[in-house]
């Protein structure tokens, strides 16, 4: 075997960018650790999403998402429960604890989205764009401006 040959020859491994992203093994999962998962390669698309739907999915202003071929995803633990949200589109949770994880769609077969906030160090996939940004709540952008220091409420 050639020495030179890329030691991961699949070409997810290969393509240059973030340093972080290549070659990646992330792992992540739910808030009561029922379910885990795995995660290979390099994500293609990460974005932060403010549509009503991941907004009233989730509970929050917005998700993070990034997104990875259906062979790159596994989950190595438990089971996430299936939500049918449209016609097209599957959402994936943990049904004991309810974390939102996945999000799939007969639309694009070739794509698996992950919550970036469900990764073990969501800090390794930081989101390039936004989209749905026209339906964005209007007090998310004046969250720089309020004040930061409290560290006394328990949020276990
Ligand atoms: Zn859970
Ligand atoms: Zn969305």
């Known amino acids: 075997m050639d020495d030179k040959a890329p030691k991961f020859a699949d070409s997810m491994f290969r393509s240059a960018g973030d340093e972080r992203i290549i070659g990646m093994r992330l792992t992540g999962g739910c808030l009561c650790g029922a379910v885990r998962y795995c995660v290979t390669g390099e994500a293609y698309y990460r974005a932060l999403c403010h549509c009503s739907q991941c907004r009233r999915a989730s509970g929050a202003p ?6 990875v071929r259906p062979g790159q995803f596994e989950i190595v633990q438990g089971e996430a429960r299936l939500f049918a949200s449209s016609d097209h589109a599957k959402r994936g949770f943990c049904a004991a604890c309810g974390t939102p994880l996945t999000f799939v769609s007969s639309r694009w077969r070739e794509a698996v989205a992950i ?3 469900s990764l073990d160090d ?3 996939m930081p989101p390039l ?4 940004a026209a339906d964005r709540v209007s007090w998310v952008g004046d969250c720089d401006d309020l004040p930061g220091g409290e560290r006394a409420r328990d949020c276990r």
């Open 122 to 124: 969501p800090e390794a």
């Open 129 to 132: 764009k936004q989209i749905h």
């Open 115 to 117: 919550t970036v906030c």
């Open 62 to 67: 917005f998700v993070a998402w990034f997104s």
